[in-house]
């Protein structure tokens, strides 16, 4: 898995760059589609037609590298609902924490930078 940046910028060539990732994970929303995917998921891929990378971070469950490669975490997150991850979950991803580290540093008023 990759490495998290402290930030990302959803910016028109962010946007570009993730647009296939992004309509196949905003398909997600669909449960017949739900469905296709969970019975071929690298067929699926193929149907939005993700570049080698980008199937390989779907397969992979690679969330950085969603982003890195211009993924949504609005759209991605429907992925990871689907694998009955948590947005917690994901934040701790995106941190290098467990949900439960991210969970308790959210409840305690987040990260504090200074």
Avoid: H
């Avoid at 009955?84 to 969970?103: N, P």
């Amino acid at each position: 898995m990759t490495k998290a940046q402290d930030n990302y910028l959803l910016d028109l060539s962010a946007s570009r760059r993730g647009y296939a990732i992004n309509r196949l994970c905003g398909s997600l929303a669909d449960a017949e589609n739900r469905r296709r995917f969970s019975e071929d998921e690298s067929d699926y891929c193929d149907v939005f037609g993700l570049s080698p990378e980008q199937k390989r971070t779907i397969l992979e469950r690679d969330w950085v590298g969603m982003l890195d490669l211009g993924a949504s975490i609005f759209y991605t997150f429907k992925l990871a609902v689907l694998d009955q991850k948590s947005m917690q979950y994901l934040g701790g991803v995106f941190t290098g924490m467990s949900a439960e580290e991210f969970t308790a540093v959210m409840r305690e008023g987040g990260r504090k930078f200074g």
